[in-house]
Each structure stands twice: as structure tokens, then as C-alpha cells.
């Protein structure tokens, strides 16, 4: 069974873990600077995360890239960035997005690849008719450096500001977090978090991505109590829940009496039966707080179709006056052709004589003699 020793590197952008392949078998340790061969053909310095190991060779191994060689003096040199190098590139950039007239967009960071060769400028937009390309030519020729423009989200741009979180310690995707998982507004519900966008929004102005960590548990514990508004049957009556405390199991209700009582959830019982459990209407319809059931017919009580609805269709049109009409293949004939069929129609120079004295050159202009007889002129 064929084998592949890995090597997994970290780099600044965008702020990931990336595995390496270590064919010549690199003596390498965690924290060492190397150098690798990017997917689009050029090198870039990074640091070592996990030091090689062996692992039985998958399918998609051959696509991973190369571990070139252990970073020297001048590859790190090349590769720094110095601050006084950074504020011209982020001057320069603002002075020409202020003359293009393009305010939504930022620079976010820049880096060196290819042996300094190479200068790739990370950079927010938030304006559509943005084009990179002139900006990207204008800071080549000052430069002189092959620039590469690439975008970024507002959470990348976060995790490379770093801060302190809401939690008090630092943010989960400056220190460790690899990757962003989806989060949505219904696991803040779930949770039972108030929905202030100040207290579920991160640095980023997104939810925060804490969220999802233990949302699972919360949708497990959740699932056998009733929910916020319903109504209940409790060892001490009827009530309507007003509040759940998930973690600890317990259901806030108010009494019929108007006071509220706290409750285990195995001793709280719904009123009216969640779905699956009986044939009916589930727990999100429970209705009135009567309890009546509904007079609509369910399942089998339903009338057949065409029953119950004015019968078929011929005792609705036998109702609404119908049967008063012969049948089309028994009315009289057509004008000009034979009864009921399509065969016995008007000659065709009969029937465009016809359409002419209908159109408007044809018509006689109306006059008191032209009208039908029993109307006299004024």
C-alpha cells in the first residue's frame, strides 16, 4: 500500500492550515519557515504547523502541491514586509480610489510571493462598478512589482484585526478557528438569545460564529419541551407557557389565574397533541384554548368529489338553467350549412361578402331611416 508523508502549513492569508506534500522528506518541526509551491504555479513562504507524517495515499494526494525547501535569510528578507513599505502601498491606494471616486472600497493587507516579485493586495468592495484591473495597473507602474488584486469578506478582514470577543477572551478566528461554518438567525432562537443585533453580532457585523458550537445540544434538550406560547396541562391546571430555560429543563407557565408558575419539563404536558401523535392537527394548530375540535370532515368523512357541491356537472348546468338547451348535435341548422358540423358552412365568397358589410367601409352611415322599425326619430 502506497504511502505520502504531509506536511500542513500555515500562512497569513487567508489564515488557514493548507497540507503540503514532503516528497524529498524534509527534516522539518513544527514552527520552521518553508517554502512552497502555490496552486497557481508561484512560491510563498509559511510557517510549519504540523510537523511531516506518514498517512496511506488517497486519491485526491496528487493534486496537493510541494514543500520546495526550508526557508533561508533571503527568502524571509524578500519575504517581510516593512512598515514604512506598507504605508506607501496603503497611501497610494487611497489616493487613487479617492480620484476614481469609489469610496466602498478598502485595503484590508498585503503581502510579498514569488521571491518579493509578486505583490498580492487583499482589499474589501462594496462598490459593483469597481474594476480592479486599473488600479491594479497603476500600482504595477509605481511599484514595479506584478500586483495581484484579491477580495476578501468583512469576516477575513476580522480575523486579521483580532480583538477581544464578547466572551472576554480573544476571537475564536484570530487564534483557531480554520474555517467559517454557516450561522444563521434560527440558532440564536433555538438558544433562546435575545435577538439585538448588539448582542449576536460579532466584530464583523455578522452573528457571531460561537452560535453554532453548541447549537446541536440545544436542538436535543429543546425537543421535548413545549414551545413558547402553547398551551399545557401541569400538576396544578391548565397554562400557557411563557418561557423555557433550556439548559435547565424547566417551563415558566401562566396559570389560567394570571400567576406563573415554574415547572419541570417531564411534569408539563401538552394540551393539545404534537403532530404524530394523533391524526389531527399538531401542536403549532392547537387553535382556541377551548379545545373544540373543528367541524371540517377529515380523511374518510370527506363527500366524494362532485358530491355535496351541487352534485356533477350535469345537476350544476341542469341548476343554473341548462336543460333547457339542446344538445349541439341536435340544434338546428347553421345559416347556410348543415346542422351541428363545420362541413355545411357559408361559401367562402359568401362569408367575405358578409365580413365586408360588417367592416367600417361598407357601413352605412346611421340615419333616422336606417333604424329598426318601432323606434321613431326625435
Known amino acids: 500500500m502506497e504511502s505520502v508523508e504531509i506536511v500542513r502549513v500555515k500562512f497569513r492569508w487567508p489564515g488557514k492550515i493548507i497540507e503540503f506534500r514532503n516528497p524529498d522528506r524534509l527534516v522539518l518541526k513544527r514552527g520552521d519557515k518553508v517554502v512552497v509551491e502555490t496552486f497557481r504555479g508561484g512560491t510563498m513562504v509559511g510557517e510549519v504547523s504540523v510537523a511531516p507524517r506518514l498517512r496511506v495515499k488517497r486519491m485526491d494526494d496528487d493534486q496537493l502541491t510541494v514543500v520546495l525547501r526550508n526557508a533561508s535569510d533571503q527568502d524571509i528578507r524578500t519575504d ?61 507602474q509605481r511599484f514595479g512589482m506584478r500586483i495581484d488584486m484579491r477580495t476578501v469578506g468583512v469576516r477575513d478582514a476580522a480575523r486579521l484585526a483580532g480583538g477581544i470577543g464578547k466572551c472576554g477572551l480573544s476571537t475564536c478566528c484570530s487564534t483557531w478557528l480554520p474555517d467559517f461554518q454557516a450561522v444563521s438567525i434560527r440558532m440564536a432562537k433555538d438558544q433562546g438569545l435575545s435577538l439585538d443585533p448588539d448582542s449576536i453580532n460579532g466584530q464583523c457585523g455578522r452573528l457571531l460564529c460561537c452560535l453554532g458550537y453548541e447549537n446541536e445540544n440545544y436542538k436535543a434538550l429543546v425537543k421535548d419541551l413545549p414551545k413558547v406560547g402553547k398551551m399545557v396541562v ?47 392537527r ?15 370532515p377529515r380523511g374518510g368523512d370527506r363527500a366524494p368529489r362532485g358530491e355535496g357541491r351541487g352534485g356533477n356537472r350535469g345537476e350544476r348546468k341542469t341548476q343554473g338553467g341548462g336543460a333547457d338547451r339542446a344538445p349541439r348535435d341536435n340544434r338546428g341548422p347553421r345559416s347556410g350549412g348543415a346542422p351541428g358540423g363545420g362541413e355545411g358552412r357559408a361559401p367562402r365568397e359568401k362569408r367575405e361578402g358578409r365580413e365586408g358589410a360588417r367592416g367600417g367601409e361598407n357601413r352605412e352611415p346611421s340615419s333616422p331611416q336606417n333604424k329598426p322599425s318601432g323606434e321613431t326619430p326625435n
Open 80 to 140: 517581510r514586509i516593512t512598515d514604512e513599505f506598507r504605508l506607501d502601498v496603503k497611501n497610494f491606494f487611497r489616493q487613487r480610489l479617492q480620484a476614481q471616486q469609489m469610496p466602498g472600497v478598502k485595503l484590508i493587507d498585503i503581502e510579498r510571493a514569488d521571491g518579493g516579485q509578486k505583490l498580492i493586495i487583499y482589499y474589501s468592495c462594496e462598490q459593483k462598478r469597481f474594476d480592479p484591473r486599473v488600479l491594479s495597473k497603476e500600482l504595477g
Open 234 to 280: 401541569t400538576p396544578a391546571g391548565e397554562g400557557r407557557v411563557t418561557k423555557l430555560d433550556v439548559l435547565q429543563g424547566t417551563v415558566s407557565v401562566r396559570m389560567e389565574d394570571g400567576s406563573y408558575e415554574m415547572f419541570k419539563g417531564t411534569d408539563v404536558q401538552r394540551k393539545f397533541p404534537a403532530q404524530g401523535e394523533r391524526g389531527g
Open 282 to 296: 399538531g401542536d403549532d394548530d392547537d387553535g382556541d384554548d377551548t379545545g373544540a375540535p373543528s367541524e371540517r
